[in-house]
């Protein structure tokens, strides 16, 4: 089956009770079993839910991978990954990521014995120099969270396992719709479902995706044992949201390749950041290693934080907030908010500056959104 047919179709069978065509919301904590022992399938929510496994069999379809787990939230999910690992163990990390993720790391698993090295997203080898016997895990985002850089997975995965390192790749951005980062030689996925995948900003939600039976093993393990679970309603909720993904992956790459073009010639804007755009570092690699750039848009303002604070104060139909992936248009200040965790000096170093903006764009009309980022670009 392709795609758009998997995301409909796939761990979502009529229900064998009613005949629905809709996955059922499995509302229970817990289950009926027959004797000592004997059960359905199922015995306790934490551990499984019928909804759940719908939801992580298509996730693990679209993703081109054999296991799906769902976390209650991106970071969660993010955090059981890194539960597969111990003290004196080393992680080699792209040096620009979500903020969340930074702070997970440098204040939470640092605290149990691990150590985090960063190597440079803009040089390939940096991460080959990176690895050491220590290490155990690569772990990399790819478009990056908020300066959109790339890096070749096929290369970056023959460096990890020639090393016999694990690759995990941040597949938020892109959604499996535009990058199916196994298929490139990564060990692991991981999705803030929140995002794309459930694409209507009304709930939070992860996953994470891998082939190798015994991670699967462990990582269902923790699943368990920490219970770090999405309750049943949010697994339908993204279930229905994932439904109409590839649709829309499409609006929203239109939308933000018309978008990036405009903002791209503008006089006050210093720099735009999208993969789509011919003057992006790796544009030729989104090409090759990407079926379509994204909705995701970054831009430097002429003008400092003065600028930044005339910009945001017109618009109308991008709001300003937290989060990406929606049908609405967002925008985000990094310095603030998605990366307020990350010490300014390390943000200035990335390039996150104070004129720097996040923009998540959404599937309505892109003239209204053109005249939106136009009115606030005069009143700069």
């Avoid at 040089?123 to 690569?138: E, N, Y």
């Avoid at 908020?146 to 790749?169: E, Y």
């Avoid at 991008?318 to 990366?339: D, I, N, Q």
Wanted: charged fraction near 20%; hydrophobic fraction near 40%.
């Amino acid at each position: 089956m392709k795609f758009e047919t998997q995301a409909i179709h796939v761990g979502q069978l009529p229900d064998p009770t009613t005949g629905a065509v809709i996955v059922p919301v499995y509302q229970t904590s817990t289950f009926h079993q027959q004797g000592l022992g004997e059960h359905k399938g199922y015995e306790y929510s934490r551990t499984g839910n019928p909804t759940r496994t719908a939801l992580e069999q298509v996730i693990a379809a679209l993703e081109e991978g054999r296991f799906g787990l769902a976390y209650a939230s991106g970071i969660a999910a993010s955090a059981a990954v890194l539960t597969l690992f111990k003290a004196g163990d080393n992680i080699v990390v792209g040096d620009d990521l979500y903020g969340g993720s930074y702070r997970l790391f440098e204040k939470v698993f640092k605290k149990f014995g691990m150590t985090i090295t960063y190597a440079d997203m803009d040089d390939l080898g940096s991460f080959r120099k990176a690895i050491t016997p220590q290490t155990r895990l690569v772990w990399v985002e790819t478009p990056t969270n908020p300066l959109l850089k790339l890096i070749d997975l096929k290369a970056l995965a023959a460096i990890t396992k020639k090393a016999g390192v694990l690759l995990a790749v941040d597949n938020t951005f892109a959604s499996p719709y535009f990058q199916k980062p196994l298929l490139l030689g990564a060990d692991i996925v991981v999705h803030s479902t929140t995002k794309y995948i459930a694409g209507h900003s009304d709930l939070i939600g992860g996953a994470v995706v891998v082939n190798d039976d015994e991670l699967y093993k462990q990582l269902k393990f923790y699943q368990n044992a920490t219970g770090a679970v999405p309750g049943p309603w949010d697994c339908w909720l993204t279930i229905r949201g994932l439904r109409t993904l590839s649709v829309r992956m499409r609006e929203h790459n239109a939308n933000a390749v018309y978008l990036a073009k405009f903002l791209h010639g503008h006089a006050r804007v210093k720099k735009v950041h999208y993969p789509g755009l011919p003057s992006h570092p790796q544009h030729k690699l989104a090409r090759i290693q990407m079926s379509g750039f994204g909705g995701m848009i970054s831009i430097e303002l002429h003008g400092g934080l003065k600028a930044v604070k005339r910009f945001v104060k017109p618009l109308r139909i991008f709001r300003l907030g937290e989060s990406l992936g929606g049908v609405e248009s967002l925008m985000t200040y990094p310095a603030k908010m998605s990366h307020g965790s990350v010490p300014r000096e390390e943000r200035l170093a990335l390039g996150i500056t104070d004129d720097f903006l996040r923009i998540s764009v959404g599937i309505e009309n892109k003239e209204d959104l053109k005249e939106d980022l136009s009115g606030a670009l005069a009143a700069i």
